[in-house]
């Protein structure tokens, strides 16, 4: 999957988290008021092909911290693939 930009709506603010990271992809984001971040994942063919023969979407929280969901600790950021099942077809 590949993070693409966002169309903020009105009242949202864009960012993005990890610009300056390079161990990590840069992720455009929209922001709204109330704190909500969206982001936007664009699946490769493979990908695509994966998810159309009944494949599901695995979303990796990469918190670092076994204490997360506590007070204090929050999620950081987050990885997405597809779960590819057999479908059946052959390659010719």
Do not use: N
């Not at 695509?48 to 979407?57: N, S």
């Not at 911290?65 to 779960?83: A, F, I, K, R, T």
């Amino acid at each position: 999957m590949t993070p693409v930009d966002v169309e903020p709506r009105e009242g949202e603010r864009l960012l993005v988290f990890a610009r300056d990271q390079p161990d990590y992809i840069p992720l455009p984001v929209a922001v709204d008021s109330d704190g909500m971040v969206t982001s936007v994942w664009e699946p490769t063919a493979d990908e695509l092909h994966a998810l159309l023969c009944g494949g599901q979407i695995r979303l990796c929280v990469h918190t670092f911290d076994p204490h997360v969901g506590e007070p204090g600790h929050y999620l950081q950021p987050v990885s997405l693939d597809v779960l590819s099942p057999p479908c059946g077809m052959k390659e010719s």
